[in-house]
């Protein structure tokens, strides 16, 4: 297999032999891979160019690529297309050349991907990892950090923000470049390509590295445009995440007001207070007391007109949500098993209406309308859940149709 470590630059002639040449040392521990260097430059008007290619007449595993425009974003992703297409690279790894990070960390990097992992991180923030920059850089990792667990939804990742990665092949192909602003200036590409490949199904593991400032040269790094991009993009996926929760709560308000109409209607002749019917749909059957009890619930007027309003609800919200709500996600087996495994999924949603609805009228005599209404909101949440985890689960590929980054 042939591991591609590729490593953007712009004016690093003080830096890249020695990054070269470290990474080479490196190799030596990874004896079955065939392990290459790729220098993707931002046409350095210094001598970077000059020095990589002189190392390249000596050695064919170190190979220059001019990218010709300026940006990290730029650099990462066609020096990654070009290491897959030319180069014939399985695997991807990518650093800083600044002597920031040390590729001695590169071989357990890649025993995780041997394992099975599909991105390995190398993060600062973990136990035992290192960030040795000045109080300004830390504090911006860290808030990063912070902001994007807190707008991404993803509380196990502790890095976001750094470069030093290891991927496969596969992964790099899946991930979807037309939503990546990797064309952008600051190093946004490094937080956002981590949301495109967690939104493209990765396995991911982090391992800890020290993170050292550079000794030579000087730093690109722009922090007030890259804090504003990251916070720009964190909204940008806190508003993607929101959308199935908004369409969920819209589904949730149209049927709780199916649900309170027909119970109403069921039980009293009701619309909320308004008297609609001359009697109840369901006077037939007698109210509490004449009603069979089992243990303490009385199977009378309220429990049946409970029971056919929720389950007229359910109906709703299957199709609903099978056909807008979630789409867009993973839907498995026929819609009948689909319906099936929802009506069985919202047993707790029912059970927990229907036990604020007897709770509200016989304990603490109000009306049945308030029961159902506390009700729906306790239950809404843990449907949500259920909905997510078991019967529209989220498609590992789903939205890559378009790759975009030729």
Known sequence: MRLVVNIPTYNEEDNIADVIKNVLKSAKSMPKLDVHVLISDSHSPDKTAEIVKEISKTNQKVHYLDVKERGLGIGIVKGHRYAVDKLKADILAQMDGDMSHDPSTLPEMVQFIEAGYDLVVGSRLMKEGKNL????????????????KLAWGTF??????????????????????????????TYIIQPAFLYAALLAGAKVKEVPITF??????????????????????????????????????SVGTLTYFVNAILLGLLYRGNIYSMKVLPNAILSF??????????????????????????????????????????RHRNREGSKLKRFLKFNLSSVGSPIIQLASILTFVQVLHTSEQVGLAVGVIIGLFVNYTVNLIWIWKEHPNQGLSEKGAN
């Open 133 to 148: 920059l000045g109080w300004h850089r830390r504090l911006f990792t860290r808030g990063s950090a912070f902001y994007c």
């Open 156 to 185: 196990s990742i502790s890095e976001y923000t750094n470069s030093y990665r290891v991927f496969t092949k596969k992964l790099f192909e899946n991930v979807n470049f037309a939503k990546v602003p990797w064309r952008s200036k």
């Open 212 to 249: 050292r400032d550079r000794k030579k040269g000087y730093s690109k790094a722009k922090i007030v445009s890259y804090t504003f991009d990251v916070l720009k993009f964190g909204i940008k996926v806190r508003i993607e995440r929101s959308k199935t929760f908004i369409k969920f709560l």
């Open 285 to 326: 059957i007698p109210v509490s007391h004449p009603s069979t009890k089992i243990l303490f619930i009385y199977l009378d007027r309220l429990f049946v007109s409970s029971l056919i309003s929720i389950e007229a609800s359910i109906i709703i919200n299957f199709f609903f949500h099978d056909s807008w709500t979630f």
